[in-house]
């Protein structure tokens, strides 16, 4: 070997010894501040690109666009100022049961007028449907609720295979509703009117249902599908309904077993926007809202698609649910969807048979906005068996490639990763754990929803500690190995290697649960192990820290969609955390949230600020913004929740007389006070030292123990569900209600077998009423006249809540009680009568009070009698 040789050969050994290796891989790392803009270029990106399509709509057509065709905005803006502008709707109000029926008949006399008769027949039919049935452990009964019902049909047609298009005009209190639900009732309007106006035939009748009932309770649904002619002929469900205003529709159930229904939303659905995970997460029940959906499905068995808005939920069930924050363009969104996906339905040759279609669930979502991907649960278990399999292999076929490169053994590494996978269990829980701490401290010092009216806050409060926690164990990990043999950017490797790991087990363990969110965990990991693949097949994955090139480039497609859909549910959520109630602390449910969308759009690239010289700096940069937002959040006016019209405090109460009355028929009790059903964790506080005078409020927990039911006027379900979170206001002057309901007791006859009595009422009451029974010990209810079947499915107290539209007929009913020792001369049961006057502001001081609360509360509230009777 000649001298020249041997010079070469000792400058190779010299450069790949441990020392000078270190020192190569600290000349090749990066100084912090370009790792600070590392982290700032994904920030912008979201801004840039993620947020805009998020936001996106299409332009809104205006009526000079009727000739082109399709959905015109400008037309269905104009019905929507009409519908909000008769105001509030609740069933049994005249402006419910008059004035938007009459208007919902005028629209459509003009549209029959427009009708092409020579390519279709239109029926009207207006329905008026009493009936009950059970649901939330309590009978819903209601009396002559009003249904619009239009039949579309094609000239000659044979199908008797009914496409089924819903939604409903009723309201709730105090709110005009333009958002829930005549955003959706204005552009089923507009969709007949397009349909029935164009020459453009389809095979299967079309059935569009505008209900007046669904706030209550979901009767007037469950009386079309119940009793109406057209009913049975139904197969398919588009139903239409909101939880905000504005913005982009949502599809939010499918199905259910139907892979059809979302191969036909994926091919005609102009703008599509759903996902596996809102249809799963709606069907936990943690979601405080139901749709029409569920009582089609039950009670009709059909199958369908369950779309809603879900933008802006601040203003959701309030007097601000109006025309003015509903752009356009977002009817138009909504238009040009229902349109194009009712004339497929109404085309589709799947409705000859429903039952013959393949059945099993389907995951679906779509990607920014820009184009939708579906396929079966039983191909996504094999893709995702496949993508966890894949990245396990590759990953070992990258430690005996480090071990290789390294010259040390595949042993000797596998050694150090199995330490990195430990290590990144731990930093997971650090990353999802901070967070909910954070959340859990704010709660304790009476600080949450501190984000509600800025979402920044969670930035700082939750997106930061998140990145802090989940980097933390890897950096230290970093900063104290030892090992010269394997380099600093294969030690890098490794920990990517150890979050792909778990990932990899954590998709594995949920297909095997069956959730079909686990697409989420999969897809990640798919941009995960496409650039492992490109750099095991060339030099990149030998050469420093070349191989994190393509894996930056890769990463901004998980990045983006990840960001996407976790940012969907911070939008959706937020504003319903305002609604949660007392005993539930929503930051849990956003910190918890917030830290998986981090870990998903983040988790790969974060690791990567290791890379840099003084990643301690970013550290403590993330720290120091973590810092300022708990001061910005705790001390200062940002972190107040709410509002005036924007971000609103919902503030629930009853103006309540409640007489109790004793077998002998003398007045135990007669009180009145304010009966408070607070919306969101924070309660009375926020109220604290405004104008309202609070003094005095106590909990009704002592009540409930000793009353049945608490012995007050609740409401519906959820006040019943929340009862013991309900706080009471005494006033010394009776309040005054329009009417008192009147019992009266017809009849009490003892049966000829002596062991059953039967007793017969007659209540004239109000339009929302309810009846709580309670029999007493011995004494069971052996029949009465409502369903008999639910007195076996549920314990006392029974709760019985009746409502009427149209028809103000006294409630007549008997009930008949069994007793053993057949003594019906002592106190068989308790009887409750709870009535609610949904239609007044109550007397002068109750207004007085309803004036006094501050500018950012969004009361809700009414006169209520509350008459316990033992018979």
């Known amino acids: 070997m000649g001298d020249k040789e041997q010079l070469i050969l000792d400058e190779r050994v010299e450069s790949a010894s441990p020392k000078n290796t270190k020192k190569q891989e600290k000349d090749s790392k990066i100084p912090w501040y370009m790792a600070s803009g590392f982290l700032l270029f994904w920030a912008l990106l979201f801004f840039a690109i993620v947020m805009p399509l998020f936001y996106r709509l299409p332009a809104a057509r205006t009526i000079e666009d009727i000739s082109k065709g399709g959905f015109i905005a400008e037309r269905a803006q104009a019905n929507l100022y009409d519908f909000a502008n008769i105001g509030t709707k609740v069933v049994g109000s005249d402006g419910n049961e008059n004035k938007t029926v009459k208007f919902l008949l005028k629209e459509l006399a003009l549209i029959e007028d427009q009708l092409l008769d020579d390519y279709f ?123 905000g205003s504005g913005g982009r529709e949502i599809l939010f159930q499918t199905g259910p077993n139907n892979p059809w229904l979302v191969d036909y939303y994926k091919q005609n659905a102009k703008h599509p926007f759903s996902t596996t995970m809102a249809e799963e997460i709606f069907q936990t029940g943690l979601i405080p809202s139901d749709t029409d959906f569920g009582i089609f499905r039950t009670y009709g068995n059909l199958i369908g698609l369950d779309i809603g808005q879900c933008f802006n939920g601040y203003v959701y069930h309030t007097r601000y649910d109006r025309v003015d924050v509903i752009p356009r363009a ?200 496409i650039p492992l693949a490109f750099n095991l097949l060339t030099t990149l994955h030998d050469r420093g820290f070349a191989w994190t090139a393509v894996l930056k480039v890769v990463q901004v497609i998980p990045f983006l969609y990840n960001s996407y859909l976790f940012y969907t549910f911070i939008v959706v959520l937020t504003p319903m955390m305002g609604r949660f109630g007392l005993s539930t602390n929503p930051d849990l449910i956003v910190s918890a949230l917030t830290a998986l969308g ?28 973590t810092a300022l937002t708990v001061y910005i959040a ?14 609103v405090q919902r503030v629930h109460y009853l103006q309540v007389r409640r007489v109790f009355y004793e077998y002998d028929g003398t007045v135990s009790k007669d009180e009145s006070g304010y009966l408070f059903n607070f919306q969101d964790r924070r309660g009375a ?87 709580f029974i309670q029999p007493f010990e011995d004494v069971t209810v052996s029949n009465w006249s409502f369903l008999l079947s639910y007195t076996a499915q549920c314990t006392p107290p029974y709760h019985i809540y009746f409502s009427y539209g149209i028809d103000n007929a006294p409630l007549n009913f008997i009930m008949e009680l069994t007793k053993s020792d057949g003594d019906f001369d002592v106190p068989l049961f308790q009887l409750g009568i709870s009535a609610q006057y949904m239609h007044t502001e109550g007397d002068d001081l109750s207004r007085k009070f309803a004036a006094s609360f501050p500018s950012y509360a969004a009361i809700v509230q009414w006169p209520a009698i509350y008459q316990r009777y033992i018979y």
């Not at 309770?217 to 009913?231: E, P």
């Not at 390294?406 to 199995?418: K, L």
């Not at 269990?425 to 949450?448: C, K, N, Q, R």
């Not at 600020?609 to 913004?625: N, W």
Request: net charge neutral; aromatic share 10%.
């Open 598 to 625: 981090t870990v998903f759009s983040l988790g790969f690239l974060v690791l990567l600020v290791h890379m840099s010289r003084r990643s301690s700096l970013i550290f403590l940069g993330l720290l120091a913004v």
């Open 121 to 243: 027949d239109i029926e009207i039919d207006v329905q008026i449907a009493s009936g009950s049935y059970i649901k939330w452990e309590l009978v819903n009964m209601y009396q002559a609720v009003q249904n619009i019902v239009v039949k579309l049909t094609p000239k000659n047609c044979t199908s008797e295979n009914y496409l089924l298009v819903n939604s409903h005009f009723d309201s709730q209190p105090t709110s005009p509703s333009a958002g829930d639900a005549g955003h959706m009732v204005v552009t089923i309007l507009e969709v007949l009117r397009v349909i029935a106006t164009t020459k453009q035939t389809f095979e299967h009748p079309i059935i569009f249902l505008i209900n007046g009932s669904e706030e209550n309770s979901l009767q007037a649904s469950h009386g079309f599908i119940s009793q109406h002619k057209w009913a049975p002929f139904c197969k398919v469900v588009i139903n239409l309904d909101a939880a």
């Open 330 to 529: 977002s009817l138009q969104n909504t238009g040009d969807n229902v349109l194009a996906i009712v004339r497929a339905f109404s085309n589709a040759t799947e409705l000859h048979d429903t039952t013959a279609n393949p059945s099993g669930n389907t995951i679906f979502f779509d990607v920014l906005g820009l184009y939708f991907i579906s396929y079966s649960e039983s191909n996504g278990v094999i893709f995702n068996y496949a993508v966890a399999g894949t990245t396990i292999v590759l990953i070992f076929v990258s430690l005996w490639r480090t071990a290789s490169v390294s010259n040390v053994s595949a042993g000797h590494v596998v050694g150090w990763f199995i330490l990195i996978v430990v290590l990144q269990v731990i930093a997971l829980l650090l990353g999802l754990g901070l967070p909910v701490v954070v959340a859990y401290l704010f709660d304790m010092y009476s600080l949450s929803l501190t984000y509600y009216s800025t979402p920044a806050l969670l930035i700082g409060l939750y997106v930061c500690p998140t990145l802090i926690g989940f980097s933390l164990p890897s950096f230290v990990y970093l900063k104290l190995q030892r090992d010269d043999k394997v380099s600093f950017a294969k030690q890098l490797q490794l920990v990517l290697h150890g979050h792909a790991t778990i990932l990899a087990i954590l998709g594995i363990g949920l297909t095997l649960y069956g959730l079909r969110t686990t697409y989420v965990v999969t897809w990640t990991l798919l941009f995960y192990v």
């Open 685 to 771: 506080a926020p109220l604290k030292g405004t104008k309202v005078n609070l003094t005095g409020l106590v909990s009704m927990a002592s009540d409930c123990e000793k009353h049945m039911l608490c012995g007050v006027p609740l409401y519906d379900h959820r006040w019943v569900e929340s009862r013991e979170n309900g706080m009471w206001l005494p006033r010394e002057q009776p309040v005054e209600t329009p009417s008192v309901p009147v019992l009266e007791l017809l009849s009490k006859t003892v049966l000829p077998n002596n062991k059953t009595v039967r007793f017969e009422f007659n209540l004239t009451c109000p339009d929302h009423t309810s009846l």
């Open 634 to 647: 705790s001390s200062t006016q940002i972190g107040f929740p709410y509002r005036p019209k924007t971000n």
